[in-house]
């Protein structure tokens, strides 16, 4: 398809194309902002929505948009299940419950006390590369796939040396979200159930640290607990949505680091804009590239109608990079942006529960980053990963200049 030229009403069927994210993106859904903000689907008949404030405006407004439908195509149903696979997934009064029941785990005192445990694991991953400037490193290996996961152990409570085992679990759990799946892999996320189920057995009434203590001793307000089923909705929830989506905001923003030299000097030479460097970080990299919403209610979005029932893509890749939210320089890399009104985290009702967590990861990192070398610079091709819902890369190798 000649993505300049081709029927703008084609360019949508892209949105849900794995090899889409693989490539470049931007120049399409620039098309789309442009000439067809929102507009639908030929194949599915859903709404692409590509600017920021269409975004915004539906993310905030749980009234006319839910996630009760499903928030991803392949897990549409036709009636907000009792239990719901995700809190992603589910709406008030539900949600609200659910989100209460979490929130314990990520007040700002709970990530406070995260915050030294999380330096000393970035610690270890660099210093564990540091040491020969001259190799180059393969960053996703080395450092973002292992970080996050290590992060999300200590979090849950869980040993961290089995951080390898938890990536391969998570992996097999995100391939059986197919209908398609391989038995193999259906089999690993059974282990994996069996397994979390018996940690909460091991860690209920004990003062083990950890989410899965929390969860296991938690009790309603009229004193039910949780039921299994919701355990490890929760337990899975975390893992799934902690894991990727922070690994590929390091890569990118390492790679965009390393692409923009100037960038890394002024950051050097002015630590206080570590906390912006994280927002444009999750702007630039947008590792979550959408999710959808189900009209409730007939309504309109940008002037546009929509009807009762009828599904909305959420392109935060998209707004992410709209000139009308972030000027000019939407599509550049600038770690002083402000104001910096970024959507990687959505927004709304179900703002992403673990942002403070993947900030202070982020921010980290960069700290001790910033402590060990004078540049960056990459060493080889950056491959990216064909998927449709994660902006993921498989491979990217960089060199480092010891301080
Ligand atoms: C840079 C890393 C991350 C990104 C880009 C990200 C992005 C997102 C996005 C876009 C949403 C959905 C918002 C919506 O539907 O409106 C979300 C929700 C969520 N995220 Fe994150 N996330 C990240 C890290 C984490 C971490 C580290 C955790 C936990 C350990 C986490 C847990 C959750 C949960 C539980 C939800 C569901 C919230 C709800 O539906 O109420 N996320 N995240």
Redesign the pocket.
Known sequence: MDTATVDVGELTELLLDEQFYAGDPHPVLARLRVEAPVVRDRRYGFWAVTRHRDVFEI?RDNDRFV?GYG?NLAHFVPEPLPVPG???SCDPPI?THY?RT?WDA?TPTKIRALAPLVRARAVALLDAFAADTDAPVEIVSALAVPY?LIV?AE?LGLPIDDWHEYGHWMDAAVRTNNPHALAEDRAVVDHMRVFLLQAVAERRGTDAPGVITMLADHRDADGTPLTDRELLMFLL??FI??NE??RN?ITGGIVALAENPAQWAMLRADRSLVDKAVEEI?RYT???TH?FRTALVDTSVGGVPVAQGDKIFLS?TSANRDAEAFGPTADQFHIARSPNPQL????????????A??RL??RVLLEEMLDRFTALELAGPVVRLPNVAIAGFAHAELRFDRA
């Open positions: 993310s996630s928030v995700s809190l992603l949600h989100r979490l990520f996050p999300l979090l929830q975390l949505a902690g989506t922070t905001t999750l947008s590792a979550v999710f935060y990687a985290f959505g927004f709304g009702a179900h703002f992403c529960l673990g942002a967590l993947a990861e982020v």
